[in-house]
T-cell receptor, first 115, second 109 residues
């Protein structure tokens, strides 16, 4: 069990640029979740996948955000035309089961700073 | 109003003290999670419970489903316990977690 891996750990970019984050879940986990956490707040749900299918997207996920999990393994989260308000920690988690019967395992997150 | 409320928001205690962090939620849940987040962001799952009580080392988690309330206790607290503790719930029929805002715990040597 190598854990959930996220890359990069930190990303600093100018407003208006596009950024892409990667998440590698625990290999046998079919559920993969993306959350966003702003300073002093708890994480908020963005979207989740069961294998390669994206099953739910939060209202927080504007049309500038897109997530993929093309082969049901790793996932990418892309933000286009970044804005100051996108500055946050982006967390990825994976689990064997999505119904509350299994814990979610979290990565260390990608911290995005928009200049 | 957040569906998951934690108290206190911040807690500072002396090493060795008994710590209690509370979590209340407003909807029916299938499971409740207690998570620990250290500076730098990584989140570790401490407990997942749907009834009763669980214990792991110096940590104890309890849940009262009827009262929609859970507590996390730390016995013989240590400076290395300093972290943000987050309560999160799985609502019935919903795969995502809904999180509280966290409790920042600082243990002073």
């Amino acid at each position: 069990d190598t854990g959930v891996s996220q890359d990069p750990r930190h990303k600093i970019t100018k407003r208006g640029q596009n950024v892409t984050f990667r998440c590698d879940p625990i290999s046998e986990h079919n559920r993969l979740y993306w959350y966003r956490q702003t300073l002093g707040q708890g994480p908020e749900f963005l979207t989740y996948f069961q294998n390669e299918a994206q099953l739910e997207k939060s209202r927080l996920l504007s049309d500038r955000f897109s997530a993929e999990r093309p082969k049901g393994s790793f996932s990418t989260l892309e933000i286009q035309r970044t804005e100051q308000g996108d500055s946050a920690m982006y967390l990825c988690a994976s689990s064997l089961d999505g119904t509350g019967g299994q814990p979610q395992h979290f990565g260390d997150g990608t911290r995005l700073s928009i200049l | 109003k957040n569906e998951v409320e934690q108290s206190p928001q911040n807690l500072t205690a002396q090493e060795g003290e008994f710590i209690t962090i509370n979590c209340s939620y407003s909807v029916g849940i299938s499971a409740l999670h207690w998570l620990q987040q250290h500076p730098g962001g990584g989140i570790v799952s401490l407990f997942m419970l749907s009834s009763g009580k669980k214990k792991h080392g110096r940590l104890i988690a309890t849940i009262n489903i009827q009262e929609k309330h859970s507590s996390l206790h730390i016995t013989a607290s240590h400076p290395r316990d300093s972290a943000v503790y987050i309560c999160a719930v799985h609502n019935f029929g919903n795969e995502k977690l809904t999180f509280g805002t966290g409790t920042r715990l600082t243990i002073i040597p």
